[in-house]
Each structure stands twice: as C-alpha cells, then as structure tokens.
C-alpha cells in the first residue's frame, strides 16, 4: 500500500508500506477512536514501528557494516609481533545499543582460540542515527488510523517503545556477514553476543545459539574441525 506523509522538512513523501490497503483499513475499522496507551501490542502500528525502524534506520548502515565484516574476514588486525593475519581462526562480535541513538560493535579474535596477544587492539564501529523521523511518521499513520495518542506520548517513546532491537541488528550483522563473505570467500567464523550480556552468545554465520562459556564455544567449533 502506498502511503503519504509529509516529513520533517515538510516535503511531501510516498513510502510503500509492507500491508495491503484492505488490511490497512481492516485494521482501521477495529482501533477507530481508540486510545494508543490502552492498546496491545500486537497489532500493525508496532509491525510497522519494526519494520521502517529497519528500513529508516538500520538500512542506511549497511555499507558502513559490510565494510567492516570485510575488514574482519580479511583478518585486518593490527598484530603483535610473530602473529599475523593466517592466525586468526574465530573472531569474537559484539555490539550495544546507547540510548537509543548509537549503535556499537566491535570484533576481535575469540579468546578461546587465540592468544591473548595476538592483535594490539580490537576493531570498531560507531553507528549514530536520530529517531526523529521515525516517530513522525509514526504519529502521521496513527493519525490516518485515527488512534489517539496524546497520552502514551506523554509516558512512552512511540520510537523504541517494546522494539526488539537486539534481533534486529543481530539480523542486520548477520546479514552483512553473509554477503561479505561470498565475496571474500573467507573461512574465518566467529561469535555475535550482545557486549552486556543480554541474551546468548550465537554463531556469526547461523541463527544458533551456543552458549555462554568457554567450554560451549569451544565444543560448538570443534564440531566444525576448528580446535583450539
């Protein structure tokens, strides 16, 4: 369905929304005259809200990320002395969310298998983004679907509010993993973890989960003829 919007600098947008215009006004039919705060959350504004907070804001990192998944495959570490870039076996990645307006990630070599010293430093990326424009047009398509949204406004944040925001940018890395690594043809494999310790640690190039310590990790590999 197509939908008009006029954005933040007040020029007026056609953006494709991932529902048909019958579902669209299905939905409307139902939360007509409702009250946003006293709503569920599984209904079409939060598919949404998930839906162009990837396409808003993850997407436009994707080259920054591929860039860096590159850098990692290509084992483009600084090293210490007497180790180089055929050492490297499994990395480690993870990431934070700051207050919900930057992104970080890093990678280094996975402990369990290297080294302490094998690189000088760890490799970074700093990922900023504004939910600016994300909320408004959150509060034009509620407008359309006529949900009044005065007071959830007034104790949530419309932008972030229930988002689940470590699968999405699991996905998104995971994602830029894939694609990087059929151009680089690298036989690196690594980790993803959220660096807090929310969640548990996967497999870079799957959706599975292993585990969180050291024995798991290095059983999970193993079973791949990596050995640490």
Sequence with gaps: MKFQYVNLNKEEKVIDL?????AFNKTKSFVKGS???????????????????????????RKEINSFCKRIQLADFDYEKNAGPEDVKVVQMYYHVYIWDQIFVACEPEGSFHKESLVQDRLE???EFELNELEHLL????????????????EED??????????LVENLLRECWRKTKEETNSKIVGTLFEATGLGSTGDL???KVIGDSEELIIEFFKKKNIKA
């Design 18 to 22: 991932p529902v048909s215009e019958e």
């Design 35 to 61: 009250a946003l705060i006293d709503m569920y959350y599984d209904w079409l504004i939060w598919d949404l809200r998930d839906y162009f907070f990837d396409k808003m804001i993850l997407d436009s990192f």
């Design 125 to 127: 990326l700093d990922l």
């Design 139 to 154: 509060l034009q398509l509620l407008d359309a679907l006529e949900v009044d949204y005065s007071e959830f406004k007034e």
């Design 158 to 167: 419309i932008s972030t509010n229930e988002l689940g925001i470590d699968t």
């Design 205 to 207: 190039d799957t959706d």
